[in-house]
T-cell receptor, first 115, second 111 residues
Framework: DGGITQSPKYLFRKEGQNVTLSCEQN?????MYWYRQDPGQGLRLIYY???????QKGDIAEGYSVSREKKESFPLTVTSAQKNPTAFYLC??????????????FGDGTRLSIL | QKEVEQNSGPLSVPEGAIASLNCTYS??????FFWYRQYSGKSPELIMF????GDKEDGRFTAQLNKASQYVSLLIRDSQPSDSATYLC???????????FGTGTSLTVIP
């Protein structure tokens, strides 16, 4: 089945620790995105990538890092510099083909908490 | 700053009624408009998208776009308890590289 797979579903971070959230898609989408959602809040963009080996900061990139070495994969690292990492993290992807802006599709998300 | 505004609700409607959800946006260059449904604790799922002025219907859902007034709405006919969720509006401008999301409207359908 085609889709977007995020892992793990739940993740706990200790003080001073970096953690990496995985996002893999087999939809052949060029563009991939990472969002953070806090309880009762909307989606805030962390990073996005339109093509392999290229990515741009979103509105809240501080304390996060990404890589895009393969079209299918866009992992997000939450570094120790991110002092309030507890949130629901959502990965999305979309096709950039065609004349119209194609919709984003989301993975199931990763819940990150501080130990 | 590109803003997308939604009434946070909660919006309550009886089962079988029409639920009307509204979204306004600030950038006149906005080109594409999307509605997502998000159940509590789950990720957003795409319901509808609309690109041109007017109405677009898909089953019980109708998206309405008015670019002159800068609003897009979602109508849900014959509302069901399973429609109870938060509905997110999203817009894109130009190349569509970034999506701008509203904070969502919480809908409760009362049996």
């Amino acid at each position: 089945d085609g889709g977007i797979t995020q892992s793990p579903k739940y993740l706990f971070r200790k003080e001073g620790q970096n953690v990496t959230l995985s996002c893999e898609q087999n939809l052949n989408h060029d563009a991939m995105y990472w969002y953070r959602q806090d309880p009762g809040q909307g989606l805030r963009l962390i990073y996005y990538s339109q093509i392999v080996n290229d990515f741009q900061k979103g509105d809240i990139a501080e304390g996060y890092s990404v890589s895009r070495e393969k079209k299918e994969s866009f992992p997000l690292t939450v570094t120790s510099a991110q002092k309030n990492p507890t949130a629901f993290y959502l990965c999305a992807s979309r096709s950039t083909q065609g004349l119209r802006n194609q919709p984003q599709h989301f993975g199931d998300g990763t819940r990150l908490s501080i130990l | 700053q590109k803003e997308v505004e939604q009434n946070s609700g909660p919006l309550s409607v009886p089962e079988g009624a029409i639920a009307s959800l509204n979204c306004t946006y600030s950038d006149r260059g906005s080109q594409s408009f999307f509605w997502y449904r998000q159940y509590s604790g789950k990720s957003p799922e795409l319901i509808m998208f609309i690109y041109s002025n007017g109405d677009k219907e898909d089953g019980r859902f109708t998206a309405q776009l008015n670019k002159a007034s800068q609003y897009v709405s979602l109508l849900i006919r014959d509302s069901q308890p399973s429609d109870s969720a938060t509905y997110l509006c999203a817009v894109t401008v130009n190349t569509g590289n970034q999506f701008y999301f509203g904070t969502g409207t919480s809908l409760t359908v009362i049996p």
